[in-house]
């Protein structure tokens, strides 16, 4: 199976109701459109919301990093991308955009995925054929630079930070 480097969803559209007091979108629902992303590249990877029906299994979020980095309005319309940064039977480590259409970053999120057994629930190695699928992704995304700002954490500055 061949896919684009990185992956890339149709542009979206943002809801009114996501716009807060301070006339612009909600930190919370730059992770709904995350989480639109990730949708978008587990359906193509065949482990979608019929996955969970038909096998059971799923994948969840293990940990994610959200970074905020330009304000989107309400008539804003973005595009996401989806890039494995790396994985195993059990897990994917992710990189994701949300980019305005006009062309410029508004958001990142480097994103850990669980898949998930959910007759436990526990974390279970994704089946072959989902494997395989994973494994040409990452050979697809295997020239794309690793945005340096991945792995990355949160911190202040020793310089500023207060003596205890």
């Not at 804003?76 to 992710?94: N, P, S, Y």
Request: charged residues 20%; aromatic residues 10%.
């Amino acid at each position: 199976m061949t896919f684009d480097a990185p992956l890339m969803t149709p542009a979206m559209t943002l809801d009114p109701g996501w716009i807060d007091y301070n006339g612009h979108l909600n930190m919370a629902y730059y992770n709904v459109l995350f989480d639109r992303v990730a949708d978008f590249a587990f359906d193509l990877l065949g482990c979608g919301p019929a996955y969970r029906q038909e096998r059971g299994l799923s994948v969840y979020v293990g940990e994610i990093h959200v970074r905020y980095l330009r304000e989107l309005h309400a008539d804003a319309r973005v595009v996401g991308t989806f890039q494995i940064l790396e994985h195993d039977e059990k897990r994917i480590r992710a990189f994701q955009t949300l980019r305005h259409v006009d062309g410029w970053t508004a958001a990142t999120s480097e994103v850990l995925f669980l898949h998930v057994d959910l007759s436990g629930p526990r974390v279970a190695p994704f089946p072959g054929d989902v494997l395989a699928r994973i494994q040409d992704l990452r050979a697809a995304h295997a020239h794309l630079p690793v945005p340096e700002v991945a792995g990355k954490g949160i911190a202040l500055s020793r310089k500023t930070m207060p003596a205890l």
